[in-house]
């Protein structure tokens, strides 16, 4: 995997959030018509916008189309595991639910846990490149 692909699995690991008006990506003024037109965690917190957005990307580069897809993924997947849910087949509105609270303790170990292990990965696929 080139290095590069990790730029668009950080991408899309934030670009999901944009469907909400108080999010660090999603605060800029240029995502309100987006906001306007989806709830939180509806159409962008689909397994089906992910694969949308993927194949969009990939028909320009597989790489990076695979980067998107791993990135948005796991966002999903993440945001399964809080109290709040996600319906992963919307319009279906059936959710799928954990039990971990946004913001709370839990979240902040795991999100700290996360970066460790990123940094890890990183590091590691760096020194693979160096040497
Ligand atoms: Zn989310």
């Not at 934030?14 to 509806?42: A, C, E, L």
């Not at 159409?43 to 990076?64: E, M």
Request: one cysteine or more; glycine letters at 10%.
């Amino acid at each position: 995997m080139p290095v590069w692909v990790l730029f668009f699995i950080l991408l899309s690991t934030t670009f999901v959030d944009i469907d909400i008006k108080n999010s660090k990506v999603g605060n800029r003024f240029y995502f309100r018509p987006i906001q306007w037109m989806t709830k939180h965690r509806g159409f962008l917190h689909s397994v089906g916008a992910g694969v949308l957005f993927s194949l969009i990307v990939a028909s320009f580069n597989l790489w990076a189309g695979f980067g998107i897809f791993v990135g948005y993924t796991s966002h999903l997947f993440l945001d399964c595991l809080t109290k709040a849910g996600v319906s992963l087949f919307w319009p279906l509105k059936w959710k799928i639910k954990g039990f971990i609270k946004s913001g709370g303790i839990i979240e902040e170990i795991i999100f700290v846990l996360f970066l460790l292990y990123s940094f890890f990965i990183i590091g590691k696929v760096i020194l693979g490149y160096l040497f």
